[in-house]
């Protein structure tokens, strides 16, 4: 097939409306489904209405590969084929993750503004890196991740299951996305990364606040990226059993802006992923009558509902991107050097070829592409997994009568084009109190440990500068004033009045 794109092949620039055209600053309800070129678009209230409805519009229309409209009208590739999709990416030598190769970014097509720079503008990381440069970086990750083990991430698990359970459980009603499924990945994530619990729930709303792109996003990294910054800062001092303490002491001998810039991505991609496998696969346990009435009347495992959630409904709907490093073909379409590729996850799990019939169950079949495949490969989607896994299980032991509060049909998702969110999941079950998980209860000692330690330091250092200041006054002939009654301390007193505190 001969590309749809007739000037990308001479490098031209795509038209740009002058200002006051219409086109600029179109409202988001009047950006209707195709574009120039007749191009169906991945955004717009048309495309985030049904985006599973969109691919197999795209695939009928032009089979493994279709070219499609970003935001800004940006042309682009999405891959709806599964083995379209593995030769992509397990090819980087034809299919790089370089977004500088973008032929947008090299004509200065693309505004400062784009919605799109967040997810593909270069970083000097191993998610835009091939080759030696990416082994280097992706190794360092690779390897701090690798000493978690899961017996390690399910106590912390538990303990943050427990503290959301018992904060809903006398109440009998609770909304498991907000209230459960948003906040435990991040929870879970700043104990791997060796940040103090203090953390945790204001990196929840930054994060949240980050991947949605609102007004405060920008604020909203800076705080992420401070945060990082200070508990590199103290591991340097102190390492620890954690992420950041083994990255700063890898071999690959990374440096600090390194560390932190693979932090921030490891925690804002582990935690959007994983919130969105714990919601869709806590939805398929509430809902899906196999997880219940599977081999004959026994329950489908866990694990397997995990494995079905993977094929239908990916954490990530499509991944931006690859781009060419020359003229090649794929999926009968003729890709120009320099052109932008999308990875359809779930277009590519639900390829006919693959899947002649979606009703067909996959337990135990790992070859979804949610994770991707290739050099790329997710690293850290065993601990993503066993965090959703684990934290289900542990829900469902605590109330073990959950069900679903409202009619399925009630349930509504938001998509954006990279992904798709349930937006709310409401429950009831049988009032309950739930006793604190003992790490909590112990953490909470350690917290008012420091705290006290913290106030005896500076009570000590207040009082040596007022027996310093004391001392001061008698040499040069003239005394402090005192309090009557009061007597004088010196740093003996001062040191024995800790002790006897």
């Given at each position: 097939?001969?590309?749809?794109?007739?000037?990308?092949?001479?490098?031209?620039?795509?038209?740009?409306?002058?200002?006051?055209?219409?086109a600029h600053g179109l409202a988001a309800d009047r950006i209707g489904p195709i574009g120039p070129g007749g191009l169906r678009r991945l955004y717009g209230p048309d495309a985030e209405a049904d985006p599973a409805g969109l691919y197999e519009k795209l695939r009928a229309e032009y089979g493994e590969v279709a070219p499609v409209l970003l935001h800004g009208d940006h042309r682009a590739w999405l891959i709806l084929g599964h083995g379209a999709n593995i030769t992509a990416m397990r090819t980087p030598s034809l299919f790089s993750r370089d977004s500088r190769l973008w032929t947008a970014f090299r004509t200065g097509e693309v505004p400062m503004d784009s919605p799109l720079l967040p997810v593909i503008a270069w970083q000097p990381i191993c998610v835009f890196a091939d080759g030696e440069e990416h082994r280097r970086l992706r190794g360092a990750v690779l390897d701090g991740l690798n000493r978690f083990d899961r017996r390690g991430i399910r106590r912390h698990v538990r303990r943050f299951t427990t503290d959301l359970v018992q904060v809903v459980g006398p109440t009998g009603r609770a909304e498991l996305i907000t209230q459960f499924a948003e906040h435990l990945p991040m929870l879970v994530m700043t104990k791997l990364l060796g940040m103090p619990d203090e953390y945790g729930p204001q990196l929840v709303d930054a994060a949240r606040d980050l991947m949605k792109g609102t007004e405060t996003a920008i604020a909203s990294n800076e705080y992420v990226v401070a945060g990082l910054r200070r508990t590199i800062a103290i591991k340097r001092e102190a390492p620890g059993d954690d992420l950041t303490s083994h990255l700063l002491a890898h071999p690959a001998r990374l440096t600090e802006d390194e560390v932190m810039e693979h932090l921030r991505v490891v925690l804002l991609a582990a935690n959007e992923t994983t919130v969105n496998l714990i919601a869709d696969s806590l939805k398929m346990v509430l809902t899906d009558p196999r997880f219940r009435a599977h081999l004959s009347g026994g329950q489908m495992t866990l694990g397997e509902a995990l494995d079905q959630v993977l094929w239908d409904s990916p954490p990530m709907s499509l991944v931006a991107g690859r781009w060419a490093t020359a003229d090649t073909e794929l999926g009968g379409q003729?890709?120009?050097?320099?052109?932008?590729?999308?990875?359809?996850?779930?277009?590519?799990?639900?390829?006919?070829?693959?899947?002649?019939?979606?009703?067909?169950?996959?337990?135990?079949?790992?070859?979804?592409?949610?994770?991707?495949?290739?050099?790329?490969?997710?690293?850290?989607?065993?601990?993503?997994?066993?965090?959703?896994?684990?934290?289900?299980?542990?829900?469902?032991?605590?109330?073990?009568?959950?069900?679903?509060?409202?009619?399925?049909?009630?349930?509504?998702?938001?998509?954006?084009?990279?992904?798709r969110h349930l937006t709310a999941l409401p429950v009831e079950?049988?009032?309950?109190?739930?006793?604190?998980?003992?790490?909590?209860?112990?953490?909470?000692?350690?917290?008012?440990?420091?705290?006290?330690?913290?106030?005896?330091?500076?009570?000590?250092?207040?009082?040596?500068?007022?027996?310093?200041?004391?001392?001061g006054a008698g040499a040069s002939g003239s005394a402090a004033p005192r309090v009557p009654g009061q007597r004088r301390r010196t740093w003996w007193t001062v040191v024995t009045d800790l002790f006897r505190r």
């Amino acid at each position: 097939m001969t590309t749809p794109f007739p000037d990308a092949s001479a490098g031209s620039a795509a038209p740009t409306p002058p200002p006051g055209c219409p086109a600029h600053g179109l409202a988001a309800d009047r950006i209707g489904p195709i574009g120039p070129g007749g191009l169906r678009r991945l955004y717009g209230p048309d495309a985030e209405a049904d985006p599973a409805g969109l691919y197999e519009k795209l695939r009928a229309e032009y089979g493994e590969v279709a070219p499609v409209l970003l935001h800004g009208d940006h042309r682009a590739w999405l891959i709806l084929g599964h083995g379209a999709n593995i030769t992509a990416m397990r090819t980087p030598s034809l299919f790089s993750r370089d977004s500088r190769l973008w032929t947008a970014f090299r004509t200065g097509e693309v505004p400062m503004d784009s919605p799109l720079l967040p997810v593909i503008a270069w970083q000097p990381i191993c998610v835009f890196a091939d080759g030696e440069e990416h082994r280097r970086l992706r190794g360092a990750v690779l390897d701090g991740l690798n000493r978690f083990d899961r017996r390690g991430i399910r106590r912390h698990v538990r303990r943050f299951t427990t503290d959301l359970v018992q904060v809903v459980g006398p109440t009998g009603r609770a909304e498991l996305i907000t209230q459960f499924a948003e906040h435990l990945p991040m929870l879970v994530m700043t104990k791997l990364l060796g940040m103090p619990d203090e953390y945790g729930p204001q990196l929840v709303d930054a994060a949240r606040d980050l991947m949605k792109g609102t007004e405060t996003a920008i604020a909203s990294n800076e705080y992420v990226v401070a945060g990082l910054r200070r508990t590199i800062a103290i591991k340097r001092e102190a390492p620890g059993d954690d992420l950041t303490s083994h990255l700063l002491a890898h071999p690959a001998r990374l440096t600090e802006d390194e560390v932190m810039e693979h932090l921030r991505v490891v925690l804002l991609a582990a935690n959007e992923t994983t919130v969105n496998l714990i919601a869709d696969s806590l939805k398929m346990v509430l809902t899906d009558p196999r997880f219940r009435a599977h081999l004959s009347g026994g329950q489908m495992t866990l694990g397997e509902a995990l494995d079905q959630v993977l094929w239908d409904s990916p954490p990530m709907s499509l991944v931006a991107g690859r781009w060419a490093t020359a003229d090649t073909e794929l999926g009968g379409q003729q890709i120009k050097a320099g052109d932008l590729l999308l990875l359809g996850l779930a277009a590519g799990n639900v390829d006919p070829v693959v899947r002649p019939d979606l009703a067909t169950p996959l337990y135990g079949n790992r070859s979804h592409l949610s994770f991707g495949a290739g050099p790329h490969e997710c690293p850290g989607q065993d601990i993503g997994r066993h965090v959703a896994e684990a934290g289900i299980d542990i829900l469902l032991t605590l109330l073990p009568d959950v069900r679903l509060a409202v009619p399925e049909e009630d349930l509504t998702w938001s998509s954006a084009w990279i992904s798709r969110h349930l937006t709310a999941l409401p429950v009831e079950f049988t009032p309950r109190d739930i006793e604190p998980d003992p790490e909590s209860v112990a953490e909470a000692e350690r917290a008012a440990a420091r705290r006290a330690e913290a106030q005896r330091l500076a009570d000590s250092e207040r009082a040596a500068r007022i027996e310093a200041a004391g001392t001061g006054a008698g040499a040069s002939g003239s005394a402090a004033p005192r309090v009557p009654g009061q007597r004088r301390r010196t740093w003996w007193t001062v040191v024995t009045d800790l002790f006897r505190r």
